[in-house]
């Protein structure tokens, strides 16, 4: 059964904290994801990532950063986290597309962030 | 934006009807996929159909596909409660791998 698993379902943090938000894979996917979604605004992707050490700004990167150090996992990092980040955070991942033209994304249980 | 849009944003059936969900989106795309959102849940993937395709059936769900109105759409027949979530339309351009979603369309079917 295939899993992409967020650490953790609910999270409170402060204002100006460092937040870390891990994700898990075990299909050996190259492709990873974050996005947040709020309601009235659909998903937006914040990062991504097509393999180890890399990564690429999606639409919405200000405030964010991440780390793919190793192919299962990658970390959405709150530099300093604000009240305007306070949303669901989901994960990701995929297969690459040239490899099975099937952009099928599964998705981890998500992360409801709030930052007060 | 590439964002794919969903219409309508809310719709509300009695169960054992049928449900429709329309998307549009706005560039050429290699894949359309709709998936299914539990309220404060991940999504999963319900069915994807490529550029190519113009109907695709799986189980209770029919997806339709116009590459040159740049829509599609979901219908889900004979509908029950457990079919309540919020659905949402994927697109990818050709050659990509990234996804973009829509706002989604929130089902409620009443029992």
């Known amino acids: 059964d295939v899993k992409v698993t967020q650490s953790s379902r609910y999270l409170v943090k402060r204002t100006g904290e460092k937040v870390f938000l891990e994700c898990v894979q075990d299909m050996d996917h190259e492709n990873m994801f974050w996005y947040r979604q709020d309601p009235g605004l659909g998903l937006r992707l914040i990062y991504f990532s097509y393999d180890v050490k890399m990564k690429e700004k999606g639409d919405i990167p200000e405030g964010y950063s991440v780390s793919r150090e190793k192919k299962e996992r990658f970390s959405l990092i709150l530099e300093s986290a604000s009240t305007n980040q306070t949303s669901m955070y989901l994960c990701?991942?995929?297969?690459?597309?040239?490899?099975?033209?099937?952009?099928?994304?599964?998705f981890g249980q998500g992360t409801r962030l709030t930052v007060v | 934006s590439q964002q794919g849009e969903e219409d309508p944003q809310a719709l509300s059936i009695q169960e054992g009807e049928n449900a429709t969900m329309n998307c549009s989106y706005k560039?050429?795309?290699?894949?359309l996929q709709w998936y299914r959102q539990n309220s404060g849940r991940g999504l999963v993937h319900l069915i994807l159909?490529?550029?190519?395709?113009r109907e695709k059936h799986s189980g209770r769900l029919r997806v339709t596909l116009d590459t040159s109105k740049k829509s599609s759409s979901l219908l889900i027949t004979a509908s029950r409660a457990a079919d309540t979530a919020s659905y949402f339309c994927?697109?990818?351009?050709?050659?990509?791998?990234?996804?973009?979603f829509g706002t989604g369309t929130r089902l409620t079917v009443i029992p």
């Open positions: 990701a991942s995929s297969k690459p597309v040239l490899e099975t033209m099937n952009t099928e994304a599964f």
């Open positions: 560039t050429s795309i290699n894949n």
């Open positions: 159909i490529r550029s190519n395709e």
């Open positions: 994927a697109t990818d351009k050709t050659g990509a791998n990234n996804l973009f």
